[in-house]
């Protein structure tokens, strides 16, 4: 009974909100608001008229940039599915970024965990080796990379463009999984020794499952990165029939300038994987990230 009272005296005790702070709440309910929304239309505006006006005519275009299709012209886009190119292009990115995702993850998760869970001198001196590769951008390896690639012939291949894309998206991935591998309880890794796991069965029955949100996460950035990725193709890659979508893009942009209905469908079309795989992989993108913040 004494209970029931104090807590009723306790919600009784808490002051009702002022008018100027609902006041202030609401402002800044306002300002977020507007603010959201404005981000949404700078995103959305440009997506929108560049697939509408894959829809409209060159001419159309120049007399009335902000207008809609009338009538709409299916053409364009029918010219580049039918093409060949396009399709070209998109298995090329496909095939590259799923062989960076897959040594990316792989690697990654294997370093991460070793410098998670094991103890031995130099680790945290080699893993913070690891981290400064963050600080070493792809473009001032340039050079010495199109030298080393031409030299063991990986030069026109897709493991060409792959691997180094996997080398510079590692430490990043590194620095994400160890953390999340850290926060796993030893008693689970202590239950399987018990049990005869091995502590690479550990890694591979226990731990990789249990870490699905975060190599869920971690894939999904590579993903993007070599996805958009622009320069390395460009350098290794060597015509269009190895190029990728970006090349493709550019390639289709500079050879048809002034069909300008003709490019905006060209680059629609090349929007359209990544958009649709932005659709599929949010949720499990923003879970993978609350879940890595909760255990951090």
């Known amino acids: 009974m ?17 008018v100027g702070s609902r006041v202030r709440s ?11 929304l404005a981000v949404a239309v700078a995103i959305v505006v440009p997506i929108a008229y560049a697939f509408l006006g894959g829809f409209r005519s060159t001419g159309a275009i120049r007399n009335d940039p902000a207008g809609l299709p009338d009538p709409w012209n299916v053409d364009h ?7 060949g190119t396009y399709w070209q292009q998109l298995f090329n990115s496909i095939v590259i970024s799923v062989i960076t995702v897959a040594i ?13 869970r094991f103890q031995f001198p130099g680790r945290e001196a080699l893993y913070m080796l690891f981290a400064m590769g963050l600080l070493f951008p792809a ?82 950035l590579a993903l993007v990165a070599a996805w958009n990725s622009f320069l390395l193709p460009l350098l290794i890659l060597g015509g269009p029939d190895q190029w990728t979508l970006p090349l493709g893009v550019l390639n289709f942009s500079t050879q048809y300038s002034q069909d300008v209905a003709a490019v905006l469908a060209y680059t629609s079309l090349s929007m359209v994987p990544a958009l649709l795989f932005y659709v599929l992989a949010e949720r499990q993108l923003i879970g993978g990230l609350t879940s890595g913040a909760i255990k951090g």
């Open 2 to 18: 004494n209970v029931d009272t104090g807590s009723t005296s306790t919600r009784h005790s808490q002051p009702p909100p002022t």
């Open 26 to 36: 609401l402002a800044g309910d306002t300002l977020r608001w507007i603010a959201l």
């Open 77 to 83: 886009y029918l010219d580049a599915l039918t093409g």
């Open 104 to 116: 990316v993850v792989l690697v990654s998760a294997l370093a991460a965990y070793v410098f998670a």
């Open 139 to 220: 473009a001032v390896a340039v050079l010495p990379l199109y030298i080393l690639l031409r030299t063991i012939g990986l030069l026109d291949n897709p493991l060409g463009v792959a691997l180094p894309q996997a080398a510079f998206g590692i430490p990043l991935t590194i620095i994400i999984l160890r953390p999340f591998f850290k926060s796993i309880p030893v008693e689970l890794e202590d239950a399987a020794s018990i049990d005869g796991c091995s502590r690479f069965g550990f890694f591979w029955r226990i731990l990789l499952p249990l870490s699905r949100p975060a190599l869920a996460t971690v894939g999904i």
